[in-house]
């Protein structure tokens, strides 16, 4: 159930489940002749066409070979308003249309000018031109400075399918061709997916929780831990079905009471008539201490759990208390920290232990300074409640990311295009480079410490020296944190090349930038649900590219012909030739499973999609239940078989941020913390209306910008004291940089928070300066880019504090959501 690959140079630990997922996408059929004609792989003619996408399946109408309109699939349970926004990202005026060069580049050459990156300076070129110069690029590059000078980790999100991955598929065109430097982890789960395998033996964030029918029916109090169900659930690494929709509703009608625990009142607070709790951002760690505390000095926590599934609550006991620090981390303690009353910390103790609770948490917590400790501490908690693998009980990290919770279907799991990675095993340059693969959000660390030695969750590993990088299917100048350091470390690159569809601030800063199809304009394939897993679609292609848009499998097709690795690059099959193949696997399998499909052709002649049946077992679904029953027979995958509070592991690590047991350690900067040179937290919540960046450029922009910038959501006490009203353009700034964005003020955020939605397109007044202002409102320009700790390294793009003043000036206008000159 890996959303992104797991970490691949630092051995991971022991990782049953993902294990277990992944086995089946494993052997492929042989290679099957194209049998389909060309005809039906084309787009389709005037008509409506089934397809899928990040935001759900969907009816496309076709007029005249345009996309005219757009429907939600019928049996989408809860379809996201955000479709709309899909037909707008193929016509948009961001499509990227031809191949592109940077203009100081192509005149003088690889480095040439660079501060001019992101200037907007651009010279159209054939394809030939643009794939001859990738080519001589990499063979330049990898010549004169060997692999390890290559970066290709790609990280983002691009598209569902498993044939146009295009991150898969630049890394196998990079592993067929000599190698490159990968990078591991994601931006998600940074911090968790490093340390949960220590605590459960498992990536945990990735996994199955109990199901919503057994939390709707056996739950008696559900907590909301910084997550919001509601907004989040609405996209999915593959097509979403939307099941936690239904089980949302399920809850909400059950009546059953629901807590969420967030600086912000969030849509699902609100849509489930929750009670609200909202702490100071950023101190939930302690706030958790105080609840922890409590169960044990009122005796509520649950000793024979603890005794009998769980390692070193014993040596976790005299830091609670006190004893070891002189600090017992008491409600009083706890709330002078995260500023809810101790009465309330007290009471929310005695709450979650009275009946059975679930405590569901979200990700934004360990995507702060010292992260690790957050899911760690809430499995602590959860293992003095006592209920873990219960129906209805325990804790869950995945109810708010992907439909987390719906129901699994019998079915096949499709196999997916290899990234290559087979093929340089023990290759001569994975030991002689160094690094053979960075912590994700390291990146920008990487290329301004060529050579530095950084740690990472038991290792220790040499940054490459960097001097050329592909980026395929992600927009590392919206995700990445601190901006400003950003584009002064891109500026030490000699080559960055970029695949996109549409003018992000990545391409912008690209010097070779390639037009991508979007997968509305090829043929692909891909399962509805994450979780559920319950059908497998057609992502059949609804249009013609447009423009000189090529898919990303020819553009590396193309550059693979020019290194001479055509052939191992597509093994000699076509687009149709490997979706067959994929289909004709997950038909091995259904068949195994006692499950019916059709053949491939029936299925992609017919409506495209094949659906799964959902069994019983797989409703009443409850995780650990099988731990709980038989925890020497069925162990968990830590050192000891059991939850470890307290781990030996790290201990031997040694790390003074990430010490052996959950730990309230202050972050670098947090509201009211100690120095704290703002008076605001910046929290950067994932948006309603867009999934990161994308769709950023379509009108869907038009129903939530204020002033025709990102909102910038604020409290009323605060807005008063500054002079400002809802609707004012406004500048939120900290000593990283500043930028402009549309006053929302209300009452629906804690005083003293801030929120800006990350994704926001860049939008710098004067791209050759940086530190220069943003003028739409990328809040990336604000946050901190350190890693969580030397554990796992993980970004921290919800640590940030700053400060918001009604901009005085006449406000710039944006310039973003138009192609550069010429192009
Ligand atoms: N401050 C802060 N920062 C954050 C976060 C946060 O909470 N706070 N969240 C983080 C998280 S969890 C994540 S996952 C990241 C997300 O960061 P990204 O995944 O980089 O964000 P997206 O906007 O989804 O970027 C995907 C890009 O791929 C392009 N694309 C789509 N399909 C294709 C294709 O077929 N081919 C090609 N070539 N390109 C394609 C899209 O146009 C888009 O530009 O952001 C992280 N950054
Ligand atoms: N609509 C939409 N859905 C998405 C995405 C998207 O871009 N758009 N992105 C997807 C991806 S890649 C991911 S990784 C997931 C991310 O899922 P999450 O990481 O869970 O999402 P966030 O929006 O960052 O945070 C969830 C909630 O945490 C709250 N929060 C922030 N800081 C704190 C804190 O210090 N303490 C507490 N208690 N709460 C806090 C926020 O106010 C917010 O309501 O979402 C996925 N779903
Ligand atoms: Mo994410």
């Given at each position: 159930m890996s959303k992104m690959s797991p970490p691949t140079a630092f051995a991971a630990q022991t990782r049953r489940t993902f294990l277990k997922a992944s086995a089946a996408a494993g052997a492929l059929g042989l290679v099957a002749p194209s049998l389909l004609s060309a005809g039906v792989a084309r787009a389709a003619e005037d008509g409506e066409v089934l397809t899928g996408s990040h935001w759900g399946a969907f009816r496309a109408t076709v007029k005249g070979g345009k996309m005219t309109a757009i429907k939600p699939w019928e049996k989408d349970p809860h379809p996201s308003h955000q479709l709309t926004g899909v037909m707008d990202s193929i016509y948009s005026p961001t499509r990227i249309k031809y191949p592109m060069v940077r203009r100081a580049f192509l005149e003088k050459g690889p480095g040439a000018s660079p501060e001019t990156r992101g200037a907007g300076d651009f010279v159209r070129v054939t394809w030939d031109q643009a794939l001859d110069l990738v080519a001589k690029e990499l063979t330049r590059v990898r010549k004169d400075h060997g692999p390890t000078s290559i970066f290709a980790g790609s990280y983002g999100w691009m598209s569902p399918g498993k044939l146009h991955n295009c991150r898969s598929l630049v890394r196998r065109l990079l592993n067929q061709t000599g190698g490159f430097v990968s990078s591991s982890g994601d931006y998600s789960t940074g911090a968790s997916q490093v340390i949960m395998p220590h605590v459960m033996g498992t990536l945990e964030v990735y996994e199955q929780p109990t199901v919503w029918p057994v939390v709707v029916e056996h739950s008696d109090l559900v907590v909301f831990w910084g997550a919001d169900p509601m907004t989040t659930n609405q996209i999915g690494w593959l097509i979403p079905d939307h099941g936690a929709y239904v089980g949302l509703k399920a809850l909400k009608e059950s009546g059953k009471k629901v807590i969420c625990i967030d600086p912000v009142r969030t849509e699902t607070c609100d849509y489930l008539g929750a009670e609200w709790i909202a702490p100071k951002p950023q101190t939930d760690m302690a706030m958790m201490l105080g609840v922890a505390h409590t169960l044990y000095t009122e005796k509520l926590h649950d000793q024979s759990f603890l005794d009998d599934y769980t390692f070193g609550f014993d040596r976790f006991l005299p830091y609670l208390t006190g004893e070891s620090d002189k600090t017992p981390k008491s409600a009083e303690w706890a709330s002078a920290i995260c500023g809810i009353p101790a009465e309330v910390i007290k009471d929310l103790a005695r709450r979650i232990v009275k009946g059975r609770t679930m405590l569901a948490s979200g990700w934004s917590m360990q995507r702060q300074h010292h992260g690790e400790q957050i899911h760690w501490m809430l499995v602590t908690l959860a293992s003095m409640v006592g209920q873990i693998g219960l129906p209805g009980g325990g804790f869950g990290l995945s109810y708010h990311y992907a439909n987390g919770g719906s129901p699994s279907a019998t079915g096949p799991v499709l196999p997916a295009i290899s990234d290559g990675s087979a093929a340089v095993k023990g290759a001569a340059w994975l030991a002689a480079g160094g690094a053979a693969s960075i912590p994700v959000a390291r990146v920008v660390d990487m290329l301004m410490n060529p050579g530095k030695e950084f740690d990472f969750n038991g290792t220790k590993a040499i940054y490459p020296d960097t001097k050329l990088i592909y980026w395929t299917g992600g927009n590392p100048f919206a995700h990445h944190q601190n901006r400003n350091r950003m584009v002064e470390a891109f500026r030490k690159v000699e080559t960055f090349i970029v695949h996109d569809f549409q003018w992000t601030a990545t391409a912008r800063h690209a010097d070779i930038v390639l037009p991508a199809t979007t997968s509305y304009e090829r043929n692909d394939i891909e399962q509805i649900g994450d979780y559920a897993l319950s059908s497998v679609l057609a992502m059949k292609k609804v249009v013609e590219p447009v423009f000189e848009a090529r898919s990303d499998f020819d553009i590396l097709a193309a550059v693979a012909e020019r290194l001479g690795t055509r052939d191992a690059f597509t093994?000699?099959?076509d687009e149709m030739g490997w979706i067959k193949e994929f289909y004709d696997n997950a038909l091995g399998q259904a068949k195994a499973k006692g499950v019916t499909m059709p053949d491939f052709e029936t299925f992609w002649k017919g409506e495209g999609v094949v659906s799964f049946p959902i069994s019983d077992e797989a409703k009443a679904f409850v995780r650990y239940s099988a731990f709980r029953e038989d925890p020497l027979l069925e162990p968990l995958g830590t050192p000891t078989g059991k939850i470890e509070i307290y781990s030996k592991n790290i201990e031997k690590m040694g790390y003074d941020d990430c010490p052996a047991h959950p730990t309230w350690m202050e972050p670098v900067e947090r509201l009211?913390?100690?120095?704290?040179?703002?008076p605001l937290h910046i929290t950067t919540s994932h948006p309603k209306s867009r999934l990161h960046s994308q769709l950023?450029?379509?009108?869907?922009?038009d129903s939530y910008t204020v002033a025709g910038r990102e909102p910038c959501l604020i409290n009323e006490a605060d807005a008063k004291a500054r002079g400002i009203s809802n609707g004012d353009v406004v500048r939120v700034f900290n000593d990283r940089g500043q930028i402009l964005a549309g006053a929302v003020v209300t009452n629906a955020i804690r005083p003293g928070v801030i929120r800006v939605n990350e994704g926001g397109w860049y939008d710098p007044t004067e791209p050759t300066k940086p530190g220069s202002l943003c003028k739409y409102g990328d809040v990336n320009v604000l946050t901190v880019d350190i890693g969580t700790s030397k554990l796992a390294q993980g970004n921290c793009g919800h640590t940030a504090i700053g400060d918001v003043e009604k901009y005085a000036e006449a406000a710039p206008a944006v310039t973003v959501f138009a192609a550069p000159k010429n192009a």
């Open positions: 093994e000699g099959k009211d913390g100690p120095g704290a040179k703002f950023c450029g379509t009108k869907l922009r």
